[in-house]
């Protein structure tokens, strides 16, 4: 009957078939027409530029006759962005100022723009005070005031004080200031930022704020003292650091603003026994930072006492490159000290190698050698072996092997580390052989994928068709006709599921879409003026795990170190790589080795040594004991020094402004971001010189070329969609920003040297589920978004054994983190996730491979032997092939909504190849996962290898 029914009702099917169709029509038209409408849009840019240098130069104005006014009026947006790009690149004169503003207002544009300011949407307001910043009209300055005083918006009040900051709008300071009141941290840290617009300004007005002692006042006054610690503060900060009624971490910030930047205000060594850590620890920094005989005294008492030695100890160090305290300190050596002293000077001098090593060949020099004999028998001796190996003075060398081998022979030196490190000359002499890089690849992984629960998910899955054989042969049917009344049956309810996904996919689609398109809006109404201001965006430290990357490492760091972005640093971390990564990095940007002197706050293998240049400021290489990815992120967070960490693939390059369209994107917040990752799209077919993209189009290899298309339905239909409602439960690991403070509280990327002593192959995707879980245990609402602009370009496999391993590994990931993290399925008290994004990710990414892989060779079976209802074949080839195409379609739309990604010769190709993509990769990827699922079965761990041809170091082009 159920045959006979859907025979019945092909016609509904093939009407909806037709509509499907037209829908994927149309994406497919919009996705090819992306390039005429770019070309009209650079168009009407040219024109508005033309315009606008007609006004600059003053030999146009918008009262030149009523017709050519009424054409510019309907200009002037364009005119607006034109001037707003130019005055981020050069501050036009005064009279070009108030041409154009003259201009804008004839045209109407202020009050357009302030008709904005009253919209009941947030984003239409900051998008007013955007442009209103530009006008410089005296309307659109006292509208900007007034609306200042009554926005609740942060993100909007933002954009109102740099509006007036840009114009130096000193007048409209009181408001600014009181536009504080309520604000969280972030708030004001931002506004301070943009307050050094206009400094002189401040500064006249703060004698109107001395006597406040408001949180948000203190704060304000706190923050613009460290970036900009004028005269006027000092007493301001003194009085905050006295009064006992101020908030106790006000009076620690003050204290700190005061030992750093105001030295005559107070003296910090009498603040060495204060009882508050935090103080002390203050005041020890500060005395690290005065070049003199009486600081060195009071931190190496400080030190000797045992309190805060560690810390006392590293301020001295840095102390000691000043003459004064490195004389002081050598004397104290030479005249005999403690041996506790003697132990601190160790520590002190071990960091200050090149102050006394070169003169060890003159008189006196024997006096270093206990010194250095020390200090190789403490086992610090990263500066030392750097030192030998760039040294060319024969006369220091031979002192310096014979103070070794003194060592050796009593067994006190750390033999393997100069078998690994030293140069051969300096180990012959020393009569040591060479040892190579320890690797102790850790391939076995505590992943604890639970078996049991898995096999019976498998069983569910597999185990309908023969149930409804069974039933079909209790019904007394014969096994043939049991069979095909049991195919036919199990592919209708296959096609309905995969109708139920498609339009669940579709709803997220246009959920994404829309989503996009408001983020591109906001990215636009936001100029590289204000996103560079001081405080504005976040500082972030790039991390990237690299192992077995000598092709493509030297490149992929020139291409970070150049990222655009106001406040960065990149941490490589590389992970016990037997071949030349290290000796690429160590060459390409002549790095010297020295001992690891940060907190082990997640742990980790162990560091081997890091890798620095005083001339390359914002690169650091950690090279590390192999200990997987996971355990190479927490190594990299360890090091870094900023307040968002970004995780990324050594062999990815970040596309030009992707790292500030990412991050700009967290002002659009209303709450700090947790998380947020960018589209990740395959490099193979494009030109890269030196890490940078120079060519973008889609690879020439099938294989490459179908993850191109499946990674745009992937990251653009789905993870964008995720985003808009919440519910986004993995970022890429090639590509994704997570905050520190909460990565580090959370335990960091799960390993099993970690607090929870498990690994995963799928740490991205772990990690954001548990910032999210952990979150909501608080009590919290974690915000993890997704940004589909910010690109990042990797590698993709480009045979099938290498795709085969990777989809393996992905799907072990999925399982591991979904079973780690059960409790949240299905429960109200994890949000959107647990009983949305879980749901999905259990019964389509798990289940559903598995019921292809029933559903798929018996629909080929039944249509070889022509035993599949016509209303079958059409419902399972409607909900699953032309459904899964136009998803596919419309995603190469959204992807194309800011421009054109490729040429429109390879736009046709990806579109072709996505029809592949459909009916034939898909299927097999979903094989390659039922085949991973049915490894962590049989227990397989860790990663597999994967084979790279790199981006090399010159313009070529990617396989």
């Known amino acids: 009957m159920g045959i006979n029914l859907l025979a019945v009702n092909i016609d509904t099917i093939n009407i909806a078939a037709m509509l499907i169709a037209a829908i994927a029509a149309w994406a497919t038209a919009a996705y090819l027409a992306q390039g005429a409408r770019a070309r009209v849009r650079r168009r009407r840019v040219r024109k508005a530029q033309g315009i606008l240098a007609n006004i600059m130069d003053g030999s146009l104005n918008a009262r030149a006759g009523r017709g050519r006014r009424r054409l510019l009026s309907r200009r002037w947006i364009g005119v607006l962005d034109a001037y707003v790009i130019l005055s981020d690149s050069l501050r036009p004169d005064d009279a070009e100022r108030s041409r154009v503003a003259r201009w804008l207002a004839d045209a109407g544009a202020d009050l357009a723009m302030i008709g904005e300011l009253s919209r009941k949407a947030p984003d239409r307001r900051a998008r007013g005070a955007h442009y209103l910043g530009y006008v410089e009209t005296e309307a659109a300055r006292r509208a900007l005031t007034f609306r200042l005083a009554s926005e609740r918006c942060e993100r909007v009040r933002l954009r109102i004080v740099h509006a007036l900051a840009r114009q130096e709008v000193a007048a409209a300071l009181p408001e600014i200031v009181d536009s504080l009141k309520g604000s969280s941290g972030e708030y004001i840290a931002r506004a301070t930022g943009l307050l050094l617009s206009f400094p002189s300004s401040f500064t006249a007005y703060f004698p109107e704020l001395e006597r406040r002692r408001e949180k948000e006042i203190v704060s304000l006054i706190l923050e613009f003292a460290r970036i900009a610690p004028y005269r006027v503060f000092a007493d301001y900060l003194a009085a905050i650091f006295g009064d006992p009624s101020v908030d106790l971490t006000a009076r620690r910030e003050s204290f700190a603003r005061l030992a750093e930047s105001y030295p005559e205000t107070l003296d910090p060594a009498d603040y060495l026994g204060d009882p508050d850590p935090s103080i002390r620890r203050?005041?020890?920094?500060?005395?690290?930072?005065?070049?003199?005989?009486?600081?060195?005294?009071?931190?190496?008492?400080?030190?000797?006492?045992?309190?805060?030695?560690?810390?006392?100890?590293?301020?001295?160090?840095?102390?000691?490159?000043?003459?004064?305290?490195?004389?002081?300190?050598?004397?104290?050596?030479?005249?005999?000290?403690?041996?506790?002293?003697?132990?601190?000077?160790?520590?002190?001098?071990?960091?200050?190698?090149?102050?006394?090593?070169?003169?060890?060949?003159?008189?006196?020099?024997?006096?270093?050698?206990?010194?250095?004999?020390?200090?190789?028998?403490?086992?610090?001796?990263?500066?030392?072996?750097?030192?030998?190996?760039?040294?060319?003075?024969?006369?220091?060398?031979?002192?310096?092997?014979?103070?070794?081998?003194?060592?050796?022979?009593?067994?006190?030196?750390?033999?393997?580390?100069?078998?690994?490190?030293?140069?051969?000359?300096?180990?012959?002499?020393?009569?040591?052989?060479?040892?190579?890089?320890?690797?102790?690849?850790?391939?076995?992984?505590?992943?604890?994928?639970?078996?049991?629960?898995?096999?019976?998910?498998?069983?569910?899955?597999?185990?309908?068709?023969?149930?409804?054989?069974?039933?079909?042969?209790?019904?007394?049917?014969?096994?043939?006709?049991?069979?095909?009344?049991?195919?036919?049956?199990?592919?209708?309810?296959?096609?309905?599921?995969?109708?139920?996904?498609?339009?669940?996919?579709?709803?997220?689609?246009?959920?994404?879409?829309?989503?996009?398109?408001?983020?591109?809006?906001?990215?636009?109404?936001?100029?590289?003026?204000?996103?560079?201001?001081?405080?504005?965006?976040?500082?972030?430290?790039?991390?990237?795990?690299?192992?077995?990357?000598?092709?493509?490492?030297?490149?992929?760091?020139?291409?970070?170190?150049?990222?655009?972005?106001?406040?960065?640093?990149?941490?490589?971390?590389?992970?016990?790589?037997?071949?030349?990564?290290?000796?690429?990095?160590?060459?390409?940007?002549?790095?010297?080795?020295?001992?690891?002197?940060?907190?082990?706050?997640?742990?980790?293998?162990?560091?081997?040594?890091?890798?620095?240049?005083?001339?390359?400021?914002?690169?650091v290489v950690v090279d590390k004991i192999n200990g997987g990815k996971a355990d190479s992120l927490n190594a990299g967070i360890n090091a870094a020094r900023k307040e968002y960490i970004l995780g990324i693939d050594s062999d990815s390059l970040i596309e030009g402004d992707s790292l500030l369209k990412l991050a700009s994107a967290f002002l659009d917040e209303d709450r700090p971001v947790s998380a947020s990752g960018g589209n990740i799209l395959p490099a193979n077919g494009c030109a890269v010189d030196r890490g940078a993209i120079l060519e973008r189009r889609v690879p020439r290899s099938p294989l490459p070329l179908l993850q191109t298309a499946e990674y745009l339905r992937s990251f653009m239909n789905g993870r964008v969609g995720w985003s808009a409602i919440g519910s986004l439960m993995i970022i890429s690991g090639a590509f994704g920003v997570f905050r520190r403070r909460e990565v580090i509280e959370a335990a960091g990327y799960l390993t099993s040297r970690g607090r929870y002593e498990k690994d995963t192959v799928g740490e991205d995707m772990e990690l954001v589920v548990r910032l999210a879980r952990q979150a909501r245990e608080r009590g919290e609402r974690p915000l993890i978004t997704y940004c589909p602009d910010a690109r990042c370009w990797t590698e993709v496999p480009s045979d099938l054994a290498s795709l085969k391993r990777q989809r393996d590994r992905w799907q072990r990931g999925l399982v591991d983190i979904l079973f780690f993290h059960r409790r949240m399925a299905f429960n109200p008290r994890y949000g959107a996730p647990g009983v949305l994004g879980f749901p999905y990710y259990l019964f389509v990414e798990t289940v559903g491979p598995w019921l292809e892989a029933v559903a798929l060779p018996l629909l080929a079976l039944g249509v070889a032997l022509r035993v599949v209802a016509p209303g079958v074949l059409s419902l399972v080839l409607v909900s699953n092939a032309l459904l899964g195409f136009?998803?596919?379609?419309?995603?190469?739309?959204?992807?194309?909504?800011?421009?054109?990604?490729?040429?429109?010769?390879?736009?046709?190709?990806?579109?072709?190849?996505?029809?592949?993509?459909?009916?034939?990769?898909?299927?097999?990827?979903?094989?390659?996962?039922?085949?991973?699922?049915?490894?962590?079965?049989?227990?397989?761990?860790?990663?597999?290898?994967?084979?790279?041809?790199?981006?090399?170091?010159?313009?070529g082009r990617i396989g």
């Open 886 to 955: 136009t998803l596919t379609a419309g995603s190469l739309y959204m992807s194309d909504r800011s421009g054109p990604l490729f040429p429109l010769r390879d736009r046709l190709l990806l579109l072709a190849w996505s029809i592949l993509e459909t009916l034939g990769f898909r299927q097999l990827v979903s094989l390659f996962r039922v085949t991973g699922m049915v490894g962590a079965m049989r227990g397989a761990t860790g990663w597999g290898a994967q084979k790279r041809r790199g981006f090399g170091e010159s313009k």
């Open 282 to 619: 203050s005041a020890i920094e500060a005395l690290g930072s005065r070049a003199d005989e009486r600081a060195a005294r009071a931190l190496l008492s400080h030190a000797r006492s045992g309190s805060d030695r560690e810390i006392a100890v590293r301020a001295l160090s840095r102390a000691v490159s000043s003459a004064p305290v490195f004389l002081f300190l050598d004397g104290l050596d030479r005249l005999g000290a403690d041996p506790a002293t003697r132990e601190i000077l160790s520590e002190v001098f071990e960091s200050r190698f090149e102050y006394f090593l070169p003169r060890l060949a003159e008189p006196g020099g024997a006096r270093y050698e206990t010194v250095i004999a020390r200090l190789v028998m403490s086992g610090r001796v990263g500066a030392l072996i750097a030192f030998l190996n760039a040294n060319h003075d024969r006369a220091i060398e031979n002192r310096l092997v014979s103070i070794l081998s003194r060592a050796l022979a009593d067994q006190a030196a750390p033999i393997e580390e100069f078998r690994i490190h030293l140069k051969d000359t300096v180990l012959q002499k020393l009569g040591l052989s060479r040892r190579p890089l320890p690797v102790a690849r850790v391939d076995k992984k505590r992943e604890s994928i639970p078996r049991a629960p898995l096999a019976a998910l498998a069983a569910f899955s597999l185990a309908p068709y023969p149930a409804l054989v069974l039933a079909a042969f209790a019904r007394g049917a014969a096994p043939f006709d049991a069979a095909v009344a049991a195919l036919n049956r199990y592919l209708v309810l296959f096609g309905l599921y995969s109708l139920a996904v498609n339009i669940f996919l579709g709803l997220l689609f246009f959920v994404g879409l829309r989503r996009a398109a408001i983020l591109a809006r906001a990215y636009a109404a936001k100029s590289r003026e204000f996103l560079f201001q001081k405080n504005v965006l976040p500082a972030i430290s790039i991390i990237a795990p690299a192992f077995r990357e000598e092709k493509s490492i030297v490149a992929s760091v020139e291409s970070l170190l150049t990222v655009n972005y106001p406040d960065f640093e990149v941490i490589v971390v590389n992970d016990g790589s037997d071949d030349l990564t290290l000796s690429r990095l160590v060459s390409r940007f002549s790095l010297e080795r020295r001992d690891a002197d940060y907190p082990e706050l997640l742990r980790t293998q162990p560091v081997r040594g890091v890798y620095a240049n005083p001339r390359v400021p914002a690169l």
